[in-house]
């Protein structure tokens, strides 16, 4: 079956440490998203990528870092500058934009949960 | 750049009956799409609806409906019978209809409601 897939489900990070969540998906995908998802916050964009080899900052992109190497991953490093990285992390992809029935729609990864110790 | 405003945090409903969720957005784009997206307590975010702005008919799923009025910026959720299993996260989100690169791509989320369902 097709979708998306995130690992780790649970990550543990000592303060100052760089940590790297991955997404993969089989959906044959353009565009790939990440989102920060807080109690009471709604869900927050980090980094796009529309394209293999590019992509855009989020509304919340300082203390983060993504790579766009392959058409199937987008991984999200949570850098040591991040100063509040706990958090729930949700991926996303999209085949694209267009009047189709399918296009616009994001489908979501299982999300992986980040906590600093 | 585009705002979504869920104003109801939790909602309480009894099981079988009908329940309305809010949503207002700000956008000065006039195409664009919305949705509601549900978030159970595995945390999975699952698409409920879609509406796309160029249409005039409000969207159906089964028995989630939508009630889209593009003048007042409002898109709301009306969940009929309500079961158990609708208890969830409720988002609405905002999506513009064509990249042009101005501007972030991507959904734009409200906050959240919270739907209990009681038995």
């Known amino acids: 079956d097709g979708g998306i897939t995130q690992s780790p489900k649970y990550l543990f990070r000592k303060e100052g440490q760089n940590v790297t969540l991955s997404c993969e998906q089989n959906?044959?995908?353009?565009?790939m998203y990440w989102y920060r998802q807080d109690p009471g916050q709604g869900l927050r964009l980090i980094y796009y990528?529309?394209?293999?080899?590019?992509?855009q900052k989020g509304d919340i992109a300082e203390g983060y870092s993504v790579s766009r190497e392959k058409k199937e991953s987008f991984p999200l490093t949570v850098t040591s500058a991040q100063k509040n990285p706990t958090a729930f992390y949700l991926c996303?992809?999209?085949?694209?934009?267009?009047?189709?029935?399918?296009?616009?729609?994001?489908?979501f990864g299982a999300g992986s949960r980040l906590t600093v110790l | 750049a585009q705002t979504v405003t869920q104003s109801q945090p939790e909602m309480s409903v009894q099981e079988a009956e009908t329940v309305t969720l809010s949503c207002t957005y700000d956008t000065s784009e006039s195409d664009y799409y919305l949705f509601w997206y549900k978030q159970p307590p595995s945390r999975q975010m699952i698409l409920v609806i879609r509406?796309?702005?160029?249409?005039?008919q409000n969207a159906t799923e089964n028995r989630f409906s939508v009630n889209f009025q593009k003048a007042a910026k409002s898109f709301s959720l009306k969940i009929s019978d309500s079961q158990l299993g609708d208890a969830a996260m409720y988002f609405c989100?905002?999506?513009?209809?064509?990249?042009?690169?101005?501007?972030?791509?991507?959904?734009?989320f409200g906050k959240g409601t919270h739907l209990i369902i009681q038995p």
């Open positions: 989100a905002y999506r513009s209809a064509w990249y042009s690169g101005g501007g972030a791509d991507g959904l734009t």
């Open positions: 990528s529309q394209i293999v080899n590019d992509f």
């Open positions: 509406q796309e702005a160029y249409k005039q």
């Open positions: 959906l044959n995908h353009d565009a």
């Open positions: 996303a992809s999209s085949i694209g934009q267009g009047r189709d029935s399918g296009a616009n729609v994001l489908t």
